[in-house]
């Protein structure tokens, strides 16, 4: 303040996180003799001014999800605070990169993140998410956050052989044990949902020629007479 004129001036840099009011007490003195002296009261509000950013409550987030998950499932929630006050600390969520082909939903308000697409682990295993948090201040200030996203496996892919139907030929005299074919399966899943794999016969094996073993080897049970039987249709 002012000695002589009694203005009152900032004598440093206000924080409306800090205090948000001042109670002052002024004492006025006049020159005479003796001095007298009267007493007033200023009563300062502080408004707030918008110089706190949003600020993440973890510095990277990391979550998994089934590639069968449901439209609209919940994922996870990213959570940000801002100090300042009103429209200044008001948070607004979104996702800015990593989802071009919008497979993901965050809720603007909550900052939940959801599933808005069909996932497919076999075409994309895991995604990270730029997510940002903008309060609505004015000039806005804004944070940024990575989530990443697994896509766990799901059992939605068959075996498949490598070929469609096999032929194969083998001679009356050979012993039993003789290895005809070997089957070469493969699965886009993963494990568990993928190998090992169960071999049957499903169908042209009833009186027993022929055995499969559980590593996809074709073997004969039996020793043949081409002038008994001559061929074999099996479904494995």
């Keep these: ?124 295993s895991s995604y990270v998410l730029e997510v940002v948090a903008k309060d609505n201040g004015f000039p806005s200030l804004s944070s940024y956050v990575l989530v990443n996203v697994e896509i766990s496996d799901a059992n939605d892919n068959a075996p498949v052989f490598s070929e469609q139907n096999y032929t194969t030929v083998v001679q009356e005299d050979k012993p039993i044990g003789h290895t005809l074919l070997k089957f070469t399966i493969t699965d886009a899943d993963t494990t568990p949902n993928a190998a090992p794999y169960t071999f049957d016969f499903r169908s042209g094996n009833e009186h027993g020629a022929f055995r499969i073993e559980q590593d996809g080897i074709l073997r004969t049970a039996t020793r043949f007479n081409h002038k008994i039987k001559d061929s074999y249709r099996v479904q494995i």
């Design 1 to 124: 303040i002012h000695n002589k004129t009694g203005a009152l001036y900032l004598a440093e840099m206000l924080d409306y996180e800090r205090a948000k009011d001042y109670f002052l007490t002024i004492q006025a003195v006049d020159g005479g003799t003796p001095p007298l002296s009267n007493l007033a009261t200023v009563n300062i509000s502080v408004s707030d001014y918008n110089d706190n950013p949003p600020i993440f409550s973890q510095n990277s987030y990391t979550a998994r999800i089934r590639e069968d998950a449901q439209l609209g499932d919940k994922i996870l929630q990213v959570r940000a605070s801002d100090m300042d006050s009103g429209d200044n600390g008001r948070i607004t969520y979104g996702v800015e990169r990593g989802d071009r082909q919008n497979q993901f939903f965050i809720e603007p308000d909550t900052g939940y993140i959801s599933v808005a697409s069909t996932l497919d682990r076999e075409i994309v």
